[in-house]
Nanobody, 126 residues
Framework: VQLQASGGGLVQTGGSLRLSCVGSGFTLDDYAIGWFRQAPGKEREAVSCFSESDYSTYYSESVKGRFTIFPDYMKNRVDLQMNNLKPEDTAVYYC????????????????????WGSGTQVTVSS
């Protein structure tokens, strides 16, 4: 199982980015995908989650209404569309996989995820 996150970059406040998490060695039927972020000096926090097993999703309060997570089954990929970005969204973003069945209705801690992709840097300038 391998994950690769991409799509980060530098944007101005109010801008948008789409992150992608491409999986290999598994399908979205087997694992739910979570997005986490870690800013310098802070703990890794859960941002969003999608589970194919019950189509459940999770968004942290800080991103709810601005971020949308959605799958691309043809490409075995889960994207995170991030709109109206704020400087406080600046962080390294990681995607991770947790075995299904998994309910994304509440945030699972990073320790519960089995596989992690490399991070992608998101920087939002003020």
């Amino acid at each position: 199982v391998q994950l690769q996150a991409s799509g980060g970059g530098l944007v101005q406040t109010g801008g948008s980015l789409r992150l992608s998490c491409v999986g290999s060695g598994f399908t979205l039927d087997d694992y739910a995908i979570g997005w986490f972020r870690q800013a310098p000096g802070k703990e890794r926090e859960a941002v969003s989650c999608f589970s194919e097993s019950d189509y459940s999703t999770y968004y942290s309060e800080s991103v709810k209404g601005r971020f949308t997570i959605f799958p691309d089954y043809m490409k075995n990929r889960v994207d995170l569309q991030m709109n109206n970005l704020k400087p406080e969204d600046t962080a390294v973003y990681y995607c991770a996989a947790i075995p299904t069945p998994h309910w994304c209705g509440v945030a699972a801690g990073p320790e519960e995820y089995h596989y992690w992709g490399s991070g992608t840097q998101v920087t939002v300038s003020s």
